[in-house]
């Protein structure tokens, strides 16, 4: 009942040279310094071996403009369909891994494996951050990142939604007021 989740499109590169784009909503943050993030991916997934040969992926995160996207790269198969054609998505180069970026995407971060952690239905991948690319387009004035132009998307029991207005700031509970 840990809802809504963030949803994010990985892209991945196998050693052979093939590209692949998938969906994946158990994803997350695990550490600031060093700055580190996970996936789980359940290894019947036809990107799982790609990321176990490479140990690398991108998160890419996604928008209101991405949830079509979004949803059919969840439910279809990159050993079937070159999803990236089927959605009109446009790789780029990544900086520092060989899986591609996401253009559409407000934001890229660029990821290479630590850890494999077998779990069960899925196997987490803890990954080092190497790299991160935030477009112009969705900062605000003073250069932060602004949720309300990028408009990114959650996922909780088979929904998407999109997220709402702030309610408050890191530290508001606790700020002195002014007089």
């Not at 900086?95 to 899925?122: D, Q, T």
């Not at 803890?126 to 932060?144: F, N, Q, T």
């Not at 998407?160 to 309610?167: D, E, I, Q, S």
Request: net charge neutral; with cysteine.
């Amino acid at each position: 009942m840990l809802y809504p989740l963030p949803v994010v499109l990985v892209s991945v590169a196998g050693t052979a040279g093939q590209q692949n784009v998938f969906t994946v909503a158990w994803t997350g943050t695990v550490c600031s310094d060093p700055p580190m993030v996970c996936i789980s991916v359940r290894p019947q997934r036809y990107s799982y071996d790609m990321i176990c040969h490479t140990r690398e992926f991108v998160i890419n995160l996604t928008t209101e403009q991405l949830a079509f996207a979004t949803d059919y790269c969840g439910v279809k198969s990159g050993r079937d369909i070159d999803k990236w054609k089927a959605m009109n998505l446009t790789p780029l180069p990544a900086k520092e891994v060989h899986a591609p970026l996401i253009a559409e995407s407000p934001v890229n971060i660029e990821c290479r494996v630590e850890e494999i952690r077998e779990l069960g239905s899925h196997h987490m991948f803890i990954a080092s951050v190497v790299c991160v690319h935030a477009g112009k387009d969705y900062m605000d004035e003073s250069g932060k990142f602004d949720l309300s132009i990028a408009k990114p998307i959650v996922y909780s029991h088979g929904t998407y939604y999109a997220l709402g207005r702030p309610v408050g700031t890191f530290g508001y509970s606790v700020r002195k007021k002014s007089d």
